[in-house]
């Protein structure tokens, strides 16, 4: 009997704990990667600084070659389609990621990305693949931000409806400041969602918990029964 409650106990610290996590926590089946903040929320204890990137790409036959730079903590990957860039006079394009201090807090929106900083030796003339990763302990992004400043203005240029966990994807066809938010006066796209599931399987556990406690009881009290002498037995 005493087990049943504590595993009744044990579902109902689940609940509880199911409850208060930060919406984006039970996105994907393995712990993500810790994020490198720039600008740490308040709840993080131990933090990296973010890492930068470069590349150089080549120019063959008068066309930049594909590749992909990113930074070197994976948390910013571009990739880029042969002849994404005007090469006109070009023999190398150098590609540059950075993350932006001070961190931008544009009014209306909320990052929760760094904001990185992507230049390269010419312009893209092909829209390039732009992958952002972002921390297991923030609300999930609903898009990607673009501006051609620190100070703004900042676009939403979308996401792709498919991505890694603790990922959001988009295209872009120019370069600059990027960050991944939502606005402030939402609610993150997934924040609704990936509190449910664990919600809906601890409200089970209880369920089924509960519904176990009379029957445990009622074999406890046979087994009493059965095991009482019989008294009018000489």
Known sequence: MR??????????????AAWMVAPGFYDGFAPAQPYNWLCPPFLVAANQPPK???????IIGGV????????????????????????????VIAVDIKPVSPCPKPPGLTFVT??????????LVKKSSLLMRYSDIVPAPSTVYYSSSADGPW???????????FTIDTTTDKLGYFAAGYPTN????SSSTTWLLPLAIALLII?????????????RRRAGVEGEPDESEP
Do not use: C
């Open 64 to 91: 930049s070659d594909a590749n992909s730079a990113f930074t070197d903590d994976v948390q910013v990957v571009i990739g880029f389609l042969p002849g994404a860039f005007d090469a006109t006079g070009k023999t």
């Open 207 to 219: 369920a089924v918990l509960v519904a176990g406690i009379p029957l445990a009881i009622m074999r």
């Open 52 to 58: 930068s990137g470069s590349l150089q790409i080549k």
């Open 155 to 165: 676009t939403s240029i979308g996401a792709l409806s498919e991505a890694q966990p």
């Open 3 to 16: 087990r049943v409650w504590l595993l009744a106990a044990a579902a109902a610290a689940y609940l509880l």
């Open 114 to 123: 760094n904001t990185y900083l992507i230049t390269a030796g010419a312009p």
């Open 186 to 189: 939402s609610v993150s796209h």
